[in-house]
């Protein structure tokens, strides 16, 4: 056993000194390998790492003092791109700024950018969430106001009599109908907006939430001004009872057409329903609102008049030319608004 203990002493102080001598002859630097050769081959990569740190440090770059041969012969050499003396054009090339000669510059993506996937009704989350409002909000106005609703639907085409008393509507119900009508005007919108951007075009010059609120700003203008001018009208030739009737009947109308018209809007947003049959229906509900108006102003204005031919000329003013201008006038903002290539 002792002379095993000496041979391991023995071996460690040979290996000590060939260390020292490897030492010497390589004063200036090591080599990582000749480092590494020292450890037994089991060394761990933290073991390894140690070592190196140990014996290799970091040195000062001496750059080559060698003057410049790669160039061709019988010119001057070229000059370095560190000298700050020379102007940008010299020391910038076509690829110094790309992204594959620079690795440490983010280059981006490669290739040809894609189409940008078309704006939807379906894929707007506020559009959406407002729809989803407006829903909520109606189902609410309608259990609050379910007796004035039927009351209206059955009283519509009859008249009261002359010295009966009429039932008023309560400020709840003033409210309802006037969220009604604000519905009435979001729905027209944004159905005017998907028929524009599938007729009219598909791109705009503003935001598609101003596009729809101009829409709605239209809309809403175009009541305001019907309900004006139903209050000129009925100051000058009839009497003020028979207007606050025809006015409520105006209101109850216009909260009517926009409940008709809320399926229309979301089949067409969500279901991808066919726009020509949304056109038909939108039509249709508008021609029975229309006539509709015509019977209710006959009953309230003209029935005990005796005169037939005159509302003819009241509708004609004051709907169907009315309209006719709302329409004109959303196509011509329609083609303001519009991008012209």
């Not at 060939?18 to 050769?37: D, F, G, M």
């Not at 909520?136 to 010295?163: D, M, N, W």
């Not at 009435?184 to 599938?198: E, H, M, N």
Request: aromatic letters at 16%; glycine letters at 6%; hydrophobic letters at 45%.
């Amino acid at each position: 056993m002792v002379q095993q203990a000496d041979s391991i002493q023995t071996d460690a102080a040979l290996e000590a000194e060939s260390q020292q001598q490897v030492l010497r002859q390589h004063s200036s630097q090591l080599t990582p390998k000749e480092v590494l050769s020292w450890l037994p081959k089991n060394a761990t990569p933290a073991q390894q790492d140690s070592m190196i740190r140990a014996h290799i440090k970091p040195s000062e770059i001496h750059w080559s003092e060698m003057p410049d041969t790669l160039h061709l012969p019988g010119h001057k050499a070229g000059k370095s791109f560190r000298d700050v003396s020379l102007p940008q054009y010299y020391r910038e090339s076509f690829f110094s700024k790309d992204s594959l000669f620079h690795p440490e510059l983010k280059g981006g993506r490669l290739g040809v950018a894609g189409d940008p996937v078309p704006y939807t009704v379906a894929g707007d989350s506020f559009i959406t969430s407002l729809l989803l409002v407006c829903f909520l909000l109606a189902c609410i106005a309608f259990s609050k106001s379910k007796h004035f609703v039927i009351r209206q639907a059955k009283t519509f085409f009859r008249t009261p009599r002359i010295g009966t008393t009429e039932v008023t509507e309560t400020s709840s119900e003033v409210r309802y109908q006037f969220f009604f009508v604000l519905q009435t005007c979001l729905l027209l919108a944004i159905g005017y907006f998907i028929y524009s951007k599938a007729s009219i075009s598909d791109t705009f010059i503003v935001d598609q939430y101003q596009v729809i609120s101009i829409y709605a700003g239209c809309m809403g203008g175009y009541f305001l001004l019907k309900a004006f001018l139903y209050v000129i009208s009925g100051w000058v030739f009839f009497e003020k009872k028979k207007n606050v009737q025809w006015l409520k009947a105006y209101l109850f109308l216009i909260s009517c057409q926009g409940v008709a018209l809320f399926p229309m809007v979301m089949l067409l947003s969500y279901f991808d329903f066919p726009l020509q049959i949304a056109v038909i229906y939108t039509l249709t509900i508008l021609g029975l609102v229309k006539l509709l108006a015509f019977l209710k102003a006959y009953i309230i204005f003209f029935r005990r008049n005796g005169v037939f031919l005159q509302i003819f000329l009241y509708f004609c003013a004051l709907e169907v030319i009315s309209l006719f201008a709302l329409w004109g006038g959303l196509v011509l903002i329609s083609h303001y608004l519009k991008i012209n290539f």
